[in-house]
């Protein structure tokens, strides 16, 4: 630890805090992170832009049923929280009246940032309130922004297979880069370094779900020097374990996203109505300064970078933070117990859950935490025998709330669980029963709201980057949707059960053929498969679980691709947007479907599965897993 104390500077437009490692500056009072002092570098922060374009917090609100504004939040008033030798915490607040502009959200906003002694970095969190009474909104993102100069950082880092020099961001301007049909994504056409040439870029091939999402950043190479974000918490994150979001990208930029729509849609925009108070603390999150000495390999930036994330978690919740609103070790519960797995078409005994995803999250129902967007969330995974303990959990009222790889469906448990400061709450053993009617005839895919197990493709040559060649997450390629007309030039995609293979056979997406310019047409895809006899005593059970859907409409057709109206339909679903954004899934969503035994023929059968939507090369739906279950049995039928 230094032994230098951590010093503040009160300056008339600026604040100054140094701790001897390194010295941050904010403007006063708007809270603008204007320069960050290190390792010899004079400024990290992008000294091209204007101060106010540098590092700051900034949300999209509107009023219902509107557009969003982008709004920086701008401090009106400076306050210092703490200072000592050991640690400076000040504050940047905002408040709202009627009186206010009427382009700032109408929340009171308090922007906090604090530096400790000896440490190699700033904490930044924002306190976030609405009163009763104040108008409606909506709110579908809340970030912190820091813009890095682009002469000093080149290399970005995500995760240990996401990492690589990065283009310049006047390589994504014309004539250097052409834009692509999806705004974002830009095809180097000319860049400064040659190596980049006929690459694409863009910033949705880095995002990542929430719960990987707790280290990324920029590498500068002279001299060796990290500027990382580290997330120890999802506690404030919307959404739960898997939803996606934003890392960094080309400018360089590196975020930390606390509330976004992205590959959700509005589901994951909160609405605030007039009577409706609010109040929610997002952060703190940990930038982490690194450097190695000249000639080290810039590899161990990324390394250290890592061992600090491990500190930072197991540091979590922070004892430093001057913060009634932000609650201590001690003010918070914990829940413990076990999760077993009852379906006896599979087996006799209990199914013991390894890694399954179990969760605190606001009263609802069975799968509402993936589209809760106010409160706070909870998440842990089982070890092999189904155990979890769930900690730190902030006071207030939850359910308990699972899913289980491997199974359809979503686990809630009955009561409402009342977390108390200090509380200790052992549930024992839960049992879920994953929906279930009859046997397993068939079934493609696996059931893990994920569509990476089916066929993606490789991407036009045209439009490649090349992190993503030979890689695992190969769907992250720009245009991939644009290939499925090419292999399914005159006839959609025809799947036999027992001959196709879904992995090879299976394409990642169903989404519209491009027919004419700027004309597109559904597509009907076929399952067959072969009946010995139909059984006279019941129905059957087909069971679609999707990964994804965007402006969708899925109707099935049992042996009848004319009948209407359709068999089933589910109604527009989903606007995730993650085909176009190259995400492998959104939001779930399960359908079960009764299959009448009339519908059925002894021989050869074919469910129709067709995507009615079709105005745009981006709607589509992304299956997670099929399976057709026989009536029911009452010995049960294990596969």
């Given at each position: 630890m230094s032994p230098l104390g951590v010093k503040l500077q009160i300056q008339d437009k600026h604040v100054v805090i140094d701790n001897g490692i390194f010295q941050l500056t904010l403007s006063k009072?708007?809270?603008?992170?204007?320069?960050?002092?290190?390792?010899?570098?004079?400024?990290?922060?992008?000294?091209?832009?204007e101060e106010p374009n540098r590092g700051y917090w900034d949300v999209v609100w509107g009023p219902p049923n509107q557009l969003g504004t982008?709004?920086?939040?701008?401090?009106?008033?400076?306050?210092?929280?703490?200072?000592?030798?050991?640690?400076?915490?000040?504050?940047?607040?905002?408040?709202?009246?009627?009186?206010?502009?009427?382009?700032?959200?109408?929340?009171?906003?308090?922007?906090?940032?604090?530096?400790?002694?000896?440490?190699?970095?700033?904490?930044?969190?924002?306190?976030?309130?609405?009163?009763?009474?104040?108008?409606?909104?909506?709110?579908?993102?809340v970030r912190i922004v820091f813009k890095l100069r682009k002469d000093k950082f080149h290399y970005m880092a995500v995760t240990d297979?996401?990492?690589?020099?990065?283009?310049?961001?006047?390589?994504?301007?014309?004539?250097?880069?052409?834009?692509?049909?999806?705004?974002?994504?830009?095809?180097?056409?000319?860049?400064?370094?040659?190596d980049f040439k006929g690459e694409v870029d863009d910033k949705y091939q880095y995002s990542i779900e929430n719960e990987h999402n707790g280290l990324h950043g920029w590498i500068c190479s002279d001299p060796p020097t990290g500027f990382w974000h580290i997330s120890p918490s999802n506690e404030f994150r919307t959404g739960g374990p898997t939803k996606q979001d934003l890392t960094s990208h080309v400018l360089p930029v590196t975020l930390a996203m606390f509330m976004s729509s992205h590959y959700t849609g509005d589901d994951l925009a909160p609405i605030f109505e007039t009577e409706e108070?609010?109040?929610?603390?997002?952060?703190?999150?940990?930038?982490y300064l690194n450097s190695t000495y000249p000639g080290e390999e810039p590899s161990l930036l990324w390394d250290d970078a890592k061992i600090q994330?491990?500190?930072?978690?197991?540091?979590?919740?922070?004892?430093?933070?001057?913060?009634?609103?932000?609650?201590?070790?001690?003010?918070?519960?914990?829940?413990?117990?076990?999760?077993?797995?009852?379906?006896?078409?599979?087996?006799?005994?209990?199914?013991?859950?390894?890694?399954?995803?179990?969760?605190?999250?606001?009263?609802?129902?069975?799968?509402?935490?993936?589209?809760?967007?106010?409160?706070y969330q909870f998440w842990t995974r089982t070890d092999s025998d189904g155990y979890f303990s769930?900690?730190?959990?902030?006071?207030?009222?939850?359910?308990?709330?699972?899913?289980?790889?491997?199974?359809?469906?979503?686990?809630?448990?009955?009561?409402?669980?009342?977390?108390?400061?200090?509380?200790?709450?052992?549930?024992?053993?839960?049992?879920?029963?994953?929906?279930?009617?009859g046997p397993t005839l068939w079934e493609i895919g696996f059931p893990d709201r994920s569509a990476a197990e089916f066929f993606v493709p490789d991407p036009n040559p045209q439009y490649t980057n090349k992190l993503y060649i030979n890689h695992p997450d190969k769907f992250r390629q720009y245009g991939l949707w644009e290939r499925y007309a090419e292999l399914y030039p005159d006839n959609d995609l025809v799947y036999t059960v027992g001959t196709s293979d879904y992995r090879t056979d299976w394409f990642y997406a169903q989404v519209t053929r491009k027919k004419d310019k700027n004309v597109y047409q559904s597509t009907t895809w076929q399952i067959k498969f072969q009946l010995e006899s139909v059984n006279k005593e019941g129905n059957y059970t087909l069971r679609v679980a999707i990964a994804s859907a965007t402006y969708s409409e899925l109707?099935?057709?049992?042996?009848?691709?004319?009948?209407?109206?359709?068999?089933?339909?589910?109604?527009?679903?989903?606007?995730?947007?993650?085909?176009?954004?190259?995400?492998?899934h959104g939001l779930y969503w399960l359908f079960n479907i009764e299959?009448?035994?009339?519908?059925?023929?002894?021989?050869?059968?074919?469910?129709?599965?067709?995507?009615?939507?079709?105005?745009?090369?981006?709607?589509?739906?992304?299956?997670?897993?099929?399976?057709?279950?026989?009536?029911?049995s009452d010995s049960g039928s294990k596969n």
């Open positions: 009072p708007d809270g603008i992170v204007t320069s960050i002092q290190y390792n010899g570098i004079d400024n990290l922060m992008e000294v091209i832009n982008f709004d920086v939040v701008k401090g009106t008033k400076f306050e210092i929280i703490a200072e000592d030798d050991d640690q400076v915490e000040v504050s940047f607040t905002r408040t709202w009246s009627p009186n206010s502009d009427s382009s700032i959200v109408p929340l009171n906003i308090d922007k906090r940032f604090i530096v400790l002694r000896g440490c190699s970095g700033f904490y930044s969190y924002g306190i976030f309130e609405r009163l009763s009474g104040w108008p409606p909104f909506y709110l579908p993102q297979t996401r990492q690589r020099p990065m283009p310049l961001p006047d390589d994504r301007l014309p004539p250097r880069g052409q834009p692509l049909a999806y705004p974002e994504a830009v095809l180097l056409v000319d860049p400064v370094e040659p108070s609010w109040k929610k603390v997002f952060g703190p999150v940990f930038i994330t491990e500190i930072e978690v197991q540091s979590w919740p922070y004892a430093f933070p001057v913060c009634d609103d932000f609650p201590s070790f001690d003010q918070r519960g914990s829940v413990s117990g076990r999760l077993l797995v009852k379906d006896r078409y599979l087996s006799d005994d209990y199914i013991l859950p390894d890694s399954a995803y179990v969760g605190m999250a606001a009263p609802g129902d069975a799968g509402s935490w993936q589209r809760e967007c106010k409160g769930i900690n730190d959990i902030r006071t207030g009222d939850y359910n308990l709330y699972a899913w289980v790889p491997g199974f359809v469906g979503d686990y809630k448990y009955d009561a409402t669980l009342t977390i108390t400061p200090g509380c200790y709450i052992e549930l024992g053993d839960l049992v879920y029963e994953p929906p279930r009617d109707q099935v057709r049992i042996n009848d691709p004319k009948v209407s109206p359709p068999h089933f339909t589910s109604g527009q679903i989903g606007r995730d947007n993650s085909i176009a954004r190259h995400g492998i299959v009448q035994r009339s519908w059925l023929v002894e021989g050869e059968n074919i469910i129709f599965l067709t995507q009615a939507r079709s105005t745009s090369p981006y709607y589509g739906i992304m299956y997670d897993y099929i399976r057709l279950e026989g009536p029911p």
